[in-house]
Nanobody, 115 residues
Framework: EVQLVESGGGLVQPGGSLRLSCAASGFTFSNYDMNWVRQDPGKGLEWVSV???????YYADSVKGRFTISRDNAKNTLYLQMNSLKTEDTAVYYC?????????WGQGTQVTVSS
């Protein structure tokens, strides 16, 4: 059974930091491009970042310089270090694995940035 389980969300003040984790199982993690995608109910889905199977990383302009994506293939885990958080970063954050034939999504973790 394929599972992607996000954790690490919560309430943080503007300027603060959070680290999200996504634990994967049931598929060959190292072969998949792993993404973070977020959804604010008022804005819809927004792609945040990708760590490709080959180790390349890319970021949305809205998070570039503040967020860092990483992966540990030995632990089948994806991370997102989020610094200098802004109120507009408030959203449900999902990890998504994209392969040649299949794509898998987690259930999401809520991040709320508020004073």
């Amino acid at each position: 059974e394929v599972q992607l389980v996000e954790s690490g969300g919560g309430l943080v003040q503007p300027g603060g930091s959070l680290r999200l984790s996504c634990a994967a199982s049931g598929f060959t993690f190292s072969n998949y491009d792993m993404n973070w995608v977020r959804q604010d109910p008022g804005k819809g889905l927004e792609w945040v970042s990708v760590n490709s199977a080959g180790g390349n990383t890319y970021y949305a302009d809205s998070v570039k310089g503040r967020f860092t994506i990483s992966r540990d293939n030995a632990k089948n885990t994806l991370y997102l270090q989020m610094n200098s958080l802004k109120t507009e970063d408030t959203a449900v954050y999902y990890c998504a694995g994209v392969g040649t034939l299949f794509a898998y999504w987690g259930q999401g973790t809520q991040v709320t940035v508020s004073s």
